[in-house]
């Protein structure tokens, strides 16, 4: 009877040894209090809102994301872009980021975050032209406020210029091939709408779609509807993008000429960008 009951107090000790060490090799990793992390590609274009920046050329662009446990975040990012989009400047763009996500609840086991913050574009010496070559002190820099929504494979963003949308107002409205859009006030409060649903296909293969909105306070004319499909995987430790970018914005006000106002481009049509990045 004494072995037995041993046997059974043995018995009971491993299982609970068992079930514990199960436990702690099935539960999460702790969030860390810190964490910092980078990204480096390289574009066969850059696509901002369905319009390129880069002339159609290619960019290389980069950054880093610092984010708190506590669901705050901050970060930089910068690229190349076209000196016949953002003239007399470094043909650089310099965003800086910040902001707090948080998931007030869960819905069917899945949290629904939210994400509040504010992004500032820089295009660091850029002035706008008034005439090709004659350069104002009338800059392109741009401040948005943002907020975002996520739920699985789902997130919808809606940022709102807190500035005049790049530099567009009254002063500004009759240069380069603004030209015939009129003084028509400052367009501050201009807003972008950001959807996007990815699917899984297996394999390490990902397809993404989205659709962008972009309503320009008194500028209607500039307002436009943008989509992209793309299809990434990791290859060899790289990420690889292949996409489908275009938009229905109109030609005579995104189309984007040389130093010479010449060789005019449409900026806004659509067109495949290649990209491989790394995230490290």
Same mark, same amino acid.
């Given at each position: 009877?004494?072995?037995?009951?041993?046997?059974?107090?043995?018995?009971?000790?491993?299982?609970?040894?068992?079930?514990?060490?199960?436990?702690?090799?099935?539960?999460?990793?702790?969030?860390?209090?810190?964490?910092?992390?980078?990204?480096?590609?390289?574009?066969?274009?850059?696509?901002?809102?369905?319009?390129?920046?880069?002339?159609?050329?290619?960019?290389?662009?980069?950054?880093?994301?610092?984010?708190?446990?506590?669901?705050?975040?901050?970060?930089?990012?910068?690229?190349?872009?076209?000196?016949?989009?953002?003239?007399?400047?470094? /043909? +650089?763009?310099? #965003?800086?980021? !910040?902001?707090?996500? %948080? *998931?007030? @609840?869960?819905?069917? $086991?899945?949290?629904?975050?939210?994400?509040?913050?504010?992004?500032?574009?820089?295009?660091?010496?850029?002035?706008?032209?008034?005439?090709?070559?004659?350069?104002?002190?009338?800059?392109?820099?741009?401040?948005?406020?943002?907020?975002?929504?996520?739920?699985?494979?789902?997130?919808?963003?809606?940022?709102?210029?807190?500035?005049?949308?790049? /530099? +567009?107002?009254? #002063?500004?409205? !009759?240069?380069?091939? %603004? *030209?015939? @859009?009129?003084?028509? $006030?400052?367009?501050?409060?201009?807003?972008?709408?950001?959807?996007?649903?990815?699917?899984?296909?297996?394999?390490?293969?990902?397809?993404?779609?989205?659709?962008?909105?972009?309503?320009?306070?008194?500028?209607?004319?500039?307002?436009?509807?943008?989509?992209?499909?793309?299809?990434?995987?990791?290859?060899?430790?790289?990420?690889?993008?292949?996409?489908?970018?275009?938009?229905?914005?109109?030609?005579?006000?995104?189309?984007?000429?040389?130093?010479?106002?010449?060789?005019?481009?449409?900026?806004?049509?659509?067109?495949?960008?290649?990209?491989?990045?790394?995230?490290?």
């Amino acid at each position: 009877m004494k072995n037995k009951t041993v046997s059974l107090i043995a018995l009971a000790t491993l299982t609970l040894l068992s079930a514990t060490a199960s436990a702690q090799a099935t539960a999460p990793a702790p969030t860390p209090e810190h964490t910092l992390t980078g990204n480096l590609s390289l574009n066969s274009d850059y696509r901002f809102r369905g319009i390129s920046q880069s002339w159609k050329l290619p960019a290389v662009q980069g950054g880093f994301d610092y984010a708190h446990r506590s669901g705050a975040y901050a970060g930089v990012w910068a690229s190349n872009v076209s000196g016949n989009s953002y003239n007399n400047g470094a /043909g +650089l763009e310099t #965003d800086v980021y !910040g902001g707090f996500k %948080f *998931s007030p @609840l869960s819905v069917s $086991g899945q949290d629904l975050t939210l994400d509040l913050g504010a992004l500032v574009y820089f295009y660091p010496g850029a002035r706008l032209n008034s005439a090709p070559g004659v350069a104002t002190d009338k800059k392109y820099d741009n401040v948005d406020l943002y907020l975002g929504l996520s739920y699985g494979a789902f997130s919808a963003k809606l940022s709102v210029a807190a500035t005049d949308y790049f /530099g +567009l107002n009254s #002063d500004t409205a !009759g240069y380069a091939y %603004f *030209s015939s @859009l009129g003084a028509n $006030g400052g367009s501050k409060g201009s807003a972008y709408l950001d959807l996007n649903y990815n699917f899984d296909l297996g394999q390490g293969i990902t397809l993404a779609t989205h659709i962008g909105v972009l309503k320009v306070r008194n500028y209607g004319d500039l307002s436009y509807t943008d989509a992209k499909v793309s299809i990434a995987k990791e290859i060899l430790g790289l990420n690889w993008t292949a996409a489908v970018v275009g938009s229905n914005a109109k030609k005579d006000f995104y189309q984007v000429g040389n130093a010479a106002a010449q060789d005019a481009k449409r900026v806004g049509d659509t067109g495949l960008v290649l990209s491989v990045g790394k995230t490290f």
